[in-house]
T-cell receptor, first 115, second 111 residues
Framework: NAGVTQTPKFRVLKTGQSMTLLCAQD?????MYWYRQDPGMGLRLIHY???????AKGEVPDGYNVSRLKKQNFLLGLESAAPSQTSVYFC??????????????FGDGTRLSIL | DAKTTQPPSMDCAEGRAANLPCNHS???????VYWYRQIHSQGPQYIIH???NNETNEMASLIITEDRKSSTLILPHATLRDTAVYYC????????????FGGGTRLMVKP
């Protein structure tokens, strides 16, 4: 049981390049999330998904796109990377709340640097 | 979601109890108090949550005041591995399970 796995763990990009971050979970969770964390700050929600084929914007969605084609995977895309997107990206997953509070399970992050 | 206020940093001696306070004076009746922690370079880890009753699990205890305007996370016997940033988060039960992280408290457990 691997939990939440993020790929890659590190990446350096040049401004304008594109890339996709992959998040995979093996807990059969319906909800998945992408956060970013800048130095010395808490996490901020980028996009989230409440089920296969559905996505929604979070607090800081600009410059990112997401897709949830399979229940176990949630992809975060940067179409044209900018230095402001240099950050640590965390993926998380959970069961739906439905009136019962469900904790989120996080991956270990992808450290992305944009030059 | 209600805003939370936490001290930016705290120290604790190894083996002693660590008591981490959180103020959430604008909390609503349907909002829970969550605690997560983030050990350096790792993803956040869920610790505990509660509504109005005190809660305890294998990791910690959560004490919520009667007026629910503040709470305290207690690590009964802190170890060096408990050194981390601890986040207090208030969230409504039907808020789509979204979490809003503030700055947290950086707990340093010292030998």
């Amino acid at each position: 049981n691997a939990g939440v796995t993020q790929t890659p763990k590190f990446r350096v990009l040049k401004t304008g390049q594109s890339m996709t971050l992959l998040c995979a979970q093996d807990m059969n969770h319906e909800y998945m999330y992408w956060y970013r964390q800048d130095p010395g700050m808490g996490l901020r929600l980028i996009h989230y998904s409440v089920g296969e084929g559905t996505t929604a914007k979070g607090e800081v969605p600009d410059g990112y796109n997401v897709s949830r084609l399979k229940k176990q995977n949630f992809l975060l895309g940067l179409e044209s990377a900018a230095p402001s997107q240099t950050s640590v990206y965390f993926c998380a997953s959970s069961y739906p709340s439905r009136g019962v509070n469900q904790p989120q399970h996080f991956g270990d992050g992808t450290r992305l640097s944009i030059l | 979601d209600a805003k939370t206020t936490q001290p930016p940093s705290m120290d604790c001696a190894e083996g002693r109890a660590a008591n981490l306070p959180c103020n959430h004076s604008t909390i609503s009746g349907n909002e829970y108090v969550y605690w997560y922690r983030q050990i350096h370079s790792q993803g956040p880890q869920y610790i505990i949550h509660g509504l109005k009753n005190n809660e305890t699990n294998e990791m910690a205890s959560l004490i919520i005041t009667e007026d629910r305007k503040s709470s305290t996370l207690i690590l009964p016997h802190a170890t060096l591995r408990d050194t981390a940033v601890y986040y207090c988060i208030v969230r409504a039960v039907n808020a789509g399970n979204m979490l809003t992280f503030g700055g947290g408290t950086r707990l340093m457990v010292k030998p």
